[in-house]
Structure formats: C-alpha cells, structure tokens
C-alpha cells in the first residue's frame, strides 16, 4: 500500500467546512484513496472512497487531485461531533477478496464552538 | 442491524492471567479482523478471517495470541499468559464479501488494561 503523508492536526470553527489534505504520491494505478474516521472512545468509521473521480455521499466529499498523488476530504458544514482523527488510507481494491486496513497516525480535527 | 458486538468492553487482569475477547460480526459478513490500538504503535491489524478460515496472521505479536472463529457469527482472540504491554484497545471489524469496496464495520472496541 501506498504511503501517505497528514497534518497531525487542525482546526476548524463549526458550521465551517472542514478541509482536510492528504499526500499520496507513491499511489499506483489500482489504489483508492480511502478515509475513515474514529471518534474518541469508538472504533473507526468509514467515511468515503474514490478512485480519481470526485465523490461526495451524506458524510463527506472527497476531492482527488488529477495526478492522483494528493486528496482532500470536505466535511461541508463541521459540527462539535465532527472531531474526530481521520485516517487517509491508500489501497488496491482486491475484489472479492480484502485484507486489512493499514493506519496511520491520522489528522486529529478539532472544531471549535 | 447491532452491528459488531464486543465482549466485554473492559477487561482488567494481571500479568500472568488468561484474557479471551469476544467479538460476533455483523450477520451475513464474510471477513472478520482483529486490531490492536495503542498510543505508541496506533492500530494494528493482528489477523483475519475469511469464511471463518484464518487468512493471514502475520500481525500476531507472539506465540501468546491465538484466534479462532468456530462459527460464523462468533470469534475470539485469547491472550495467554498476558501481559503488561498487551494493554491497548482492541477492536473487531467485519466485512461482506459482496461490499463494492473494502467499507470495514467495526466494533466499538475492547480495553484492557494488564497490571
């Protein structure tokens, strides 16, 4: 799996999107970029995933540069629940198969009231 | 749906003691993982399952960890002699094979603490 590169942490004030980078650029052609997220005390949360095509669902978009080799995940209207560590994860996709998510330390947002 | 369920969600014991975590994955999911989380190492992946069958085992710290998942709906990770630097969160997560992407359902983590 690729290697990928985040801020240890940021703000963001509520109600604010929150923009939240992410350095890839080892990724190879069959890896997604994916994010996850884990609120204190809980386990990780999936968020969103994307080949090279911007995604967006109910929790978040997920912009993907065009060379592939940085993403930003947009949480449009941040809440207090919002803070979180979100973990940019890059893989291949195995089909049917899967193997285990590999973690790194993550982006620890904050939002302020 | 309950989601994936961990028992029990703290577990305190001392160093030299049996410790068995319980996990029953979301009905219907093929792949079940065991991780650990610690404040030094961050999550880990320990192991998997495919179909009940372990598939790869390589994060299993030492001899002392075992796994097993005699059934679909139930698996457990058994430390044995535990020890103090065991202490960290553990997690399950589960995953159907018919997901369109690698999306893991986890647990919301056992604690244990090894004095």
């Known amino acids: 799996d690729a290697k990928t590169t985040q801020p240890p942490s940021m703000d963001c004030a509520e109600g604010r999107a929150a923009n939240l980078p992410c350095n890839h650029s080892?990724?190879?052609?069959?890896?997604?970029v994916y994010w996850y997220r884990q609120i204190h005390s809980q386990g990780p949360q999936y968020i969103i995933h994307g080949l090279k095509n911007n995604e967006t669902n109910e929790m978040a978009s997920l912009i993907i540069t065009e060379d592939r080799k940085s993403s930003t995940l947009i949480l449009p209207h941040a809440t207090l629940r919002d803070t979180a560590v979100y973990y940019c994860i890059v893989r291949a996709y195995s089909g049917g198969g899967a193997d285990g998510l590999t973690f790194g330390k993550g982006t620890h947002l904050i939002i302020q009231p | 749906d309950a989601g994936v369920i961990q028992s029990p969600r703290h577990e305190v014991t001392e160093m030299g003691q049996e410790v068995t975590l319980r996990c029953k994955p979301i009905s219907g999911h093929d792949y079940l993982f065991w991780y650990r989380q610690t404040m030094m190492r961050g999550l880990e992946l320990l192991i998997y399952?495919?179909?009940?069958?372990?598939?790869?085992d390589s994060g299993m710290p030492e001899d002392r960890f075992s796994a097993k998942m005699p059934n679909a709906s139930f698996s457990t990770l058994k430390i044995q002699p535990s020890e103090p630097r065991d202490s960290a969160v553990y997690f399950c997560?589960?995953?159907?094979?018919?997901?369109?992407?690698?999306?893991?359902?986890f647990g919301p983590g056992t604690r244990l603490t090894v004095l």
């Open positions: 080892t990724i190879s052609g069959n890896e997604y």
């Open positions: 399952f495919n179909n009940n069958v372990p598939i790869d």
């Open positions: 997560a589960s995953r159907a094979w018919t997901s369109s992407y690698n999306e893991q359902f």
